[in-house]
């Protein structure tokens, strides 16, 4: 997945840590895990430094966060032998009429596209496309690298927000030529697209995502509470 070195974000390095616990570690047989402050003493880290941590593992899909119910461990995708993440191509380009639409911006806005491919065992399981627009960007002085750490702590550092809230539209359609290239699947083959959309505190969309997922790799399992 992503680097483990000590020049790594120090979030990426906690996610690590939480990651080994929850896989071979003290957190290997539980199904919730202990709460922010408790993982934050244990691991001798800020509770904003954990929860940031957990933020990648939700979106790298290990972990999900319910409010009430704590951090839910999904086992099915720990149980992946390899996972590796993949930067396809970070480039900039003009964003699209959807985008337009969804981000607020004007026509002929900028945003930047980061292409991602996860695979599990080898096998081609994720396609993923982020979008956030370049005028967010109020810190400058970014580096291409920057943009292969997650892509909440580029948008904190360098733009200055995060990602409070996100809603995701599912719904499946078939590989496009492109597509089905990188996932190494026959054009025309159904996969399931997640078009997520991340809120800030201010309500205003600061990050888009298109996913592709394949599917008999990973299980998508929705719990429906009635309040």
């Not at 992946?80 to 806005?109: K, Q």
């Not at 945003?111 to 627009?133: F, H, K, N, S």
């Not at 580096?143 to 996100?166: A, H, S």
């Not at 539209?169 to 496009?176: G, I, P």
């Given at each position: ?79 992946v032998?390899?996972?590796i ?61 920057d ?60 990050l888009?995502s ?18």
């Amino acid at each position: 997945m992503y680097e483990t070195q000590q020049t790594a974000p120090l979030s990426v390095q906690i996610m690590h840590r939480i990651l080994h616990e929850m896989q071979s570690g003290a957190y290997r047989h539980m199904t919730r895990l202990p709460s922010e402050v408790e993982i934050a003493e244990s691991l001798g880290v800020s509770r904003t430094a954990v929860r940031d941590s957990l933020s990648i593992l939700e979106r790298e899909g290990f972990v999900t966060r319910k409010h009430g119910l704590g951090t839910i461990v999904n086992r099915h995708v720990l149980s992946v032998t390899t996972r590796i993440d993949l930067y396809l191509d970070i480039r900039e380009c003009t964003a699209d009429a959807d985008l337009v639409r969804v981000m607020e911006l004007d026509e002929g806005d900028e945003v930047i596209r980061i292409d991602r491919l996860v695979c599990a065992d080898g096998i081609p399981t994720i396609y993923c496309e982020d979008y956030l627009a370049k005028k967010l960007i109020v810190n400058k002085s970014y580096r291409k690298e920057d943009l292969q750490c997650p892509v909440f702590d580029f948008l904190r550092k360098f733009c200055g927000t995060d990602v409070y809230m996100d809603l995701t539209e599912m719904h499946a359609v078939n590989a496009d030529k492109t597509l089905a290239r990188w996932m190494q699947i026959p054009e025309g083959t159904a996969v399931l697209h997640l078009n997520e959309r991340g809120y800030n505190l201010s309500g205003k969309v600061v990050l888009c995502s298109r996913e592709f997922y394949r599917e008999n790799i990973l299980n998508h399992t929705i719990l429906r509470i009635k309040i």
